[in-house]
Nanobody, 129 residues
Framework: DVQLQASGGGLVQAGGSLGPSCAASGITFDDYTICWFRQAPGKGREGVSCISNSDGNTHYVESVKGRFTISSDNAKNTVYLQMNSLKPEDTADYYC??????????????????????WGKGTLVTVSS
């Protein structure tokens, strides 16, 4: 069975940092793109960032550029999201999804349009003001 499990959320003050991780099993990790999503209370799902494990390409939505960094350890089948300069509006349930990597300049578009092949459960991030 395919599993994507996020962990490492928590409570942090505004301006602080957190670094949740997403551990994958049941897939050929190098063939997949892993993305982070978040859903704030009372709001819809929002894509955050993706990393292609086949070539290391990364993509970020505008609201987190310069503050968040996505990385991958292919030996551990784990993707990380380093979140710095956190704001109260970053408060959300953070979870990961994965899809078979696609080639081309628009390799990250499933973050916005198509959805994932697999979804994982989330980890809660709360940023206090």
């Amino acid at each position: 069975d395919v599993q994507l499990q996020a962990s490492g959320g928590g409570l942090v003050q505004a301006g602080g940092s957190l670094g949740p991780s997403c551990a994958a099993s049941g897939i050929t990790f190098d063939d997949y793109t892993i993305c982070w999503f978040r859903q704030a209370p009372g709001k819809g799902r929002e894509g955050v960032s993706c990393i292609s494990n086949s070539d290391g390409n990364t993509h970020y939505v505008e609201s987190v550029k310069g503050r968040f960094t996505i990385s991958s350890d292919n030996a551990k089948n784990t993707v990380y999201l380093q979140m710095n300069s956190l704001k109260p509006e970053d408060t959300a349930d953070y979870y990961c999804g994965g899809f078979k990597s696609i080639k081309g300049n628009r390799w990250y578009e499933p973050l916005y349009y198509r959805g994932m092949d697999y979804w994982g459960k989330g980890t809660l991030v709360t940023v206090s003001s």
